[in-house]
């Protein structure tokens, strides 16, 4: 899924907790960074060192305890990986070039294969994003910026890696640690 994807959950979480709990704007921010911030393992071990299907959710409760906004950032970024299942491997090519490494579970210390659901720049996957964005616009009319931004980074996202999937020969000549460093 692409990351506009999952910030546009990381919202709709953050308005849910905004509206239902009274937890405020403060909530949506948070939501929105604990969503974003485990692809920032781009640079170290993309899908692995900052992402959690199991504990990042599991650890959520006991952050909850200490304060609500780190069991909110903490859930945030757990459903995140747990959303990544769903996608597809670390390729950039889902279609040709299926990849077994949905995400790594540090629990049992192996690659969870992926669930060829929402693959990431997909249609399905802009739909998805665009939904779920209006969706929270509409129930938190606040959120109408940060909605649309997300909307308009998916809508580049999408356009952008239809170019390197299908129509850039020049990706076929990257090495393998380019393509991997691309993710
Ligand atoms: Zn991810």
């Known amino acids: 899924m ?24 403060a909530a949506v ?10 692809d920032m393992d781009i640079v170290m071990s993309h899908k692995r060192t900052l992402h959690y299907p199991v504990l ?3 650890s959520a409760v006991l952050f909850w305890v200490l304060s609500p906004y780190a069991g909110i950032l903490a859930l ?10 769903f ?9 040709t070039d ?8 540090h629990v049992s210390g192996s690659w969870i294969r992926p669930v060829h659901l929402c693959l990431t720049g997909s249609v399905r996957d802009l739909a998805l994003c665009v ?11 606040g959120t109408w910026i940060l909605s649309a931004s997300i909307a ?15 129509e850039d020969p020049e990706y076929d000549r990257l090495s393998e640690y380019l393509k991997n460093r691309l993710l």
Do not use: C, E, W
């Open 29 to 38: 921010f948070v939501a929105v960074v604990g969503a974003v911030v485990p």
């Open 98 to 105: 299926p990849d077994p490494r949905a995400v790594y579970s």
């Open 152 to 166: 308009v980074s998916a809508l580049l996202g999408r356009y952008a890696l239809g170019f390197v999937q299908r």
């Open 76 to 85: 945030s970024a757990g459903l995140h990986a747990v959303m990544d299942v």
């Open 56 to 58: 990042g959710s599991a």
């Open 131 to 141: 939904s779920i964005a209006g969706f929270a616009a509409a129930v938190q009319p």
């Open 2 to 25: 692409m990351l506009p994807t999952h910030a546009a959950t990381g919202l709709l979480l953050g308005v849910a907790a905004s509206q239902l709990l009274s937890f405020g704007d």
């Open 87 to 95: 996608s597809n491997g670390k390729t950039m090519r889902p279609g």
